[in-house]
């Protein structure tokens, strides 16, 4: 089957172009003032590309032995060079190839594409080692390591079962927002060193309010606090993250119930033009130079503040699940309405299920969506001048307290029967 799905020759042709394509950029090295002696170039990776895909063909015990011989090449000639070049990127480049070239021969598409990635990473040598050597500081790196241990470590290893006795505190799912602080601090951080604070911050905030916008509101309250030069678009951020939440909800809603989305288009409308018009002040002006080299050296996020604003959603999550138990069933909307504190989504899909049911009108449900949007925005308010300060908590406020108003008034003014 794979010998009529990839014939001998396309596999050759496939590791013959690795083999060149990682022989030019490593011939390109030989014009390179600054470095040793190189003694694999176009024609040695081409022909130990082929080398490998030969000997991959006429079996495995073959293929060994080749390889072997190679190493054991590549091993002498870095004996010779390692006095003017201590780096082994043009031996490992070389047994990569001979690699790719037996990968070749099972699976073109993927050796060529893995090819074409090594080449890319030969020729972005300069690039990388100014990356790492001038544009990160050792802050940054620091903040980086911290976040990818948070992300890839221990969340993997917290349960994610409920240790509590109501079911709603679940380690993983408590330090997932603490992952979702730090990264959205880190975003921020990324995107105004690359294309500045006017235009980096908010775009940053935007997609991350898809994963958290009250995670969002507390990183870039941290960020206004560090920086207050800036303050003015960690403010747009916070804004913006919470204009990509809505939209999110706007999308739970119609996968949950999308009558009730139909009967609350207009409001939430309406909320979204407010929410954009007070974030898009921040974009009329532009910082200045002292202001975008001081954010430089802030800190991309604190761990201390992430672990914090965990521990106040855990705490309201416990006291939502109290209310439900002490008020039961005819509590479950000033549940939602409480559950919105911490997360807007699930407390909409709480609502849409309720009028599902028949347990709310559709009037009611609607103006329970407006009562979650109240409730999330006094939630998120509280946790900006915590974060923040005063300057950046009145302007996040009067943001979130213009998109409730909005909301609000049109779902007073215009009727269901409107729609």
Do not use: C
Request: proline share 3%; aromatic share 8%.
């Amino acid at each position: 089957m794979d010998a009529v799905a990839n014939p001998w020759w396309q596999g050759l042709l496939a590791a013959l172009g690795i083999g060149l394509l990682i022989g030019a950029m490593r011939e390109r090295r030989k014009d390179d003032p600054d470095a040793g002696p190189t003694a694999a170039g176009l024609r040695t990776h081409a022909l130990t590309a082929l080398l490998g895909a030969v000997a991959w063909q006429l079996g495995l015990a073959v293929f060994v032995t080749a390889f072997a011989a190679v190493a054991l090449l590549t091993f002498a000639g870095y004996r010779r060079s390692a006095e003017h070049d201590l780096g082994l990127t043009g031996e490992v480049a070389l047994l990569f190839s001979a690699l790719l070239g037996a990968l070749a021969m099972r699976t073109p598409a993927l050796a060529a594409g893995l090819g074409v990635a090594v080449a890319v990473l030969l020729y972005a040598k300069t690039a990388l080692h100014r990356f790492t050597r001038e544009l990160v500081s050792e802050r940054e790196l620091r903040d980086g390591l911290l976040l990818l241990a948070s992300a890839l470590i221990v969340l993997p290893l917290l349960p994610r079962e409920a240790v509590d006795p109501w079911g709603v505190l679940k380690p993983a799912e408590l330090w997932k927002l603490v992952v979702l602080v730090m990264a959205a601090g880190v975003a921020g951080h990324v995107a105004q060193r690359l294309v500045g604070a006017r235009l980096g911050m908010p775009v940053a905030g935007f997609f991350a309010g898809f994963a958290s916008s009250t995670a969002a509101v507390a990183g870039f309250g941290q960020r206004a606090k560090d920086a207050p030069a800036l303050r003015r678009y960690a403010v747009s951020a916070a804004l913006f993250a919470n204009l990509g939440s809505l939209l999110l909800l706007a999308g739970v809603l119609a996968a949950g119930n999308l009558t009730l989305l139909r009967a609350s288009a207009w409001p939430l409308t309406a909320a979204a033009l407010a929410l954009t018009a007070f974030a898009a002040f921040g974009l009329w002006h532009t910082p200045a130079g002292d202001a975008q080299r001081k954010e430089a050296q802030t800190r991309a996020f604190k761990l201390s503040h992430a672990l914090s604003f965990a521990l106040a959603v855990a705490g309201l999550l416990l006291l939502t699940a109290w209310l439900r138990e002490w008020i039961g069933d005819r509590g479950a909307l000033l549940a939602a309405a409480i559950a919105a504190m911490a997360e807007l989504q699930a407390a909409a899909v709480a609502v849409g299920q309720l009028a599902g049911a028949k347990a709310l009108t559709l009037p009611e449900a609607r103006w329970g969506i407006v009562a979650l949007l109240a409730t999330s925005s006094a939630a998120k308010s509280v946790l900006a001048f915590l974060s923040g300060g005063a300057a950046y908590g009145l302007r996040v406020a009067a943001g979130l307290l213009a998109m409730t108003a909005a909301a609000a008034s049109v779902a007073w003014w215009w009727p269901i029967g409107a729609n």
